[in-house]
């Protein structure tokens, strides 16, 4: 079957400190792997994807590199800010016609000013 | 150009009490997902409709639980005779017809 897992949470950084959060996957198929945000007591928003190997997906600073070799789809971001505080999810879909995502457990940041 | 529209956002029942969690995808949208998510874990697929249709329900609980997706009007998520355990953020998601979800805010539901 399908999985993803995630660094555990919660990471807490300072302000402009780099941020890593690793995830791997399993899938039978070939997905496409997402980055979700969910901001307290909110939905999730997609933060970035990317649906190919070495495709780099990108948004508001933040980047994940689709990488098949090692089956990992870590999201990093070169300097956080306060507004970065949130629960973020990898997650995967193979295009078959379940179309139903797989998430990860999620991952919690806290920045700190 | 509306979101996904959840409603109500925040639901209290009692045990033995029915639920029923109400999603209008975005305009357009003709697939809708159902996902669940229980306290400081992911989300869990539960179930996959297009109108009048379920295409997928292999996530749904085999007893209490039931979804639609009518012509008209909303997809419905009902939960019969709620437990403690039902507890959790439900979440909707719609699209069109293949790529390029869309989250809802969720709706919470407290058993007491």
């Known amino acids: 079957g399908n999985s993803v897992t995630q660094m555990e949470g919660p990471v807490t950084l300072s302000e402009e400190a780099f941020l890593t959060i690793n995830c791997t996957y399993t899938?039978?198929?070939?997905?496409?792997l997402f980055w979700y945000v969910q901001y307290p007591g909110e939905g999730l928003q997609l933060l970035l994807k990317?649906?190919?190997?070495?495709d780099k997906g990108s948004n508001k600073g933040f980047e994940a590199t689709y990488r098949k070799e090692t089956t990992s789809f870590h999201l990093e971001k070169g300097s956080v800010q306060v507004s970065d505080s949130a629960v973020y999810f990898c997650?995967?879909?193979?295009?078959?016609?379940?179309?139903?995502?797989?998430f990860g457990s999620g991952t919690r940041l806290q920045v700190q000013p | 150009n509306a979101g996904v529209m959840q409603n109500p956002r925040h639901l209290v029942r009692r045990r033995g009490q029915e639920a029923r969690l109400r999603c209008s995808p975005m305009?357009?949208?003709?697939?809708v997902y159902w996902y669940r998510q229980l306290p400081e874990e992911g989300l869990k697929f539960m179930v996959y409709?297009?109108?009048?249709?379920?295409?997928?329900e292999s996530g749904m609980p085999k007893e209490r639980f039931s979804a639609e997706f009518p012509k008209e009007g909303p997809s419905i998520l009902r939960i019969q005779q709620v437990v403690r355990g039902d507890s959790a953020a439900y979440f909707c998601?719609?699209?069109?017809?293949?790529?390029?979800?869309?989250f809802g805010s969720g709706t919470r539901l407290t058993v007491v």
């Open positions: 998601a719609s699209s069109p017809k293949k790529e390029g979800y869309t």
């Open positions: 899938a039978t198929g070939y997905p496409s």
């Open positions: 990317a649906t190919k190997a070495d």
């Open positions: 997650a995967l879909i193979v295009d078959t016609g379940r179309r139903a995502l797989t």
């Open positions: 305009k357009g949208h003709s697939h």
């Open positions: 409709l297009q109108k009048e249709n379920i295409i997928d």
